[in-house]
């Protein structure tokens, strides 16, 4: 392999660093830079300019992002106390190192009509983490999924059956700009589509900064239901918008992961993809 299967493939990339924390997992911790090359076919060298091409930084010690305590680890020394968030200037608009996002919300009179009138445009793009089905309406991005653990039909029986009544499209080229402008790092406009519990719980994500994590707890206890952490839990799980609104940064109080609706390899990689910028940048 050489380094023109570089940015230009981050499917590519992604099945590397999906490869990758396979074999640290069934490896331990202990797994050398060598080994881990070795069993994924690759040079450490080559695997080292991979991890950095994706990630877009050139991390020094880019194996620590990938072992399975990294979401502990992010627990430890990056947790948000949403209460907290914006007064502290680590959300809202200017965020650092995230996107710039505006959103608004469906009334729930539209919600009930299950998309009934609605047209969504949809389009399959290419991601740092794998094949992308992103779909929009006139207002914005309504919905992503990552089709890497699930198969392209799978994620696209999941989202449209969010909205039954709704008009579906196939449409990248209306969708291409939004699909760019979102996985580049710019300015992006999302339509919320959900009951209005859910819509609290998919704001408060939004207030958790790209490379930090916040628990079901805390988000339960942001959003004026400190007893309901198992339904923020499902609504966390029932975001239409994943990596844009980021329920990947949600986790267990012990650390551990939780679920992911689009497979935790997926998630893992995100946490692991986040923070390795973070760390570069600051």
């Known amino acids: 392999m050489t380094d023109s299967l570089a940015p230009e493939r981050p499917a590519y990339h992604y099945a590397v660093i999906a490869r990758a924390l396979a074999e640290i997992d069934a490896g331990g911790p202990g797994l050398s830079l060598e080994d881990l090359a070795a069993r994924i076919g690759l040079s450490p060298a080559h695997f080292q300019r991979i991890f950095s091409q994706w990630v877009g930084v050139s991390p020094k010690r880019y194996q620590q992002y990938l072992t399975l305590d990294h979401a502990r680890r992010l627990l430890a020394e990056r947790f948000t106390v949403l209460d907290t968030a914006l007064a502290t200037g680590l959300s809202g608009a200017g965020r650092l190192h995230d996107l710039f996002l505006r959103w608004e919300a469906m009334s729930p009179g539209d919600f009930a009509r299950a998309g009934a009138g609605l047209e969504i445009r ?50 990248p080229a209306d969708v291409a700009p939004m699909a760019e402008a979102a996985f580049a790092g710019g300015a992006a406009d999302l339509h919320l589509i959900g009951a209005p519990f859910q819509i609290k719980v998919w704001e408060a994500l939004l207030r958790i900064p790209s490379g930090h994590v916040t628990t079901y707890s805390e988000i339960a206890q942001a959003i004026g239901h400190p007893a309901a952490v198992r339904a923020v839990g499902t609504a966390v799980g029932r975001n239409p918008v994943s ?40």
Request: positive net charge; hydrophobic residues 50%.
């Open 122 to 171: 949809w389009g399959v793009f290419p991601s740092p983490f794998g094949e992308a089905l992103v779909m929009a309406t006139p207002r914005g991005i309504c919905g992503l999924a990552f089709c890497a653990e699930t198969g392209r039909e799978a994620a696209m029986a999941d989202l449209a059956g969010r909205w039954p009544a709704a008009r579906f499209v196939e449409a």
């Open 243 to 282: 990596f844009l609104i980021p329920c990947h940064r949600a986790l267990r109080k012990s650390g551990a992961l939780g679920g992911y609706h689009w497979g935790l390899p997926v998630k893992r990689a995100m946490l692991a993809w986040e923070a390795a910028r973070t760390d570069a940048i600051a």
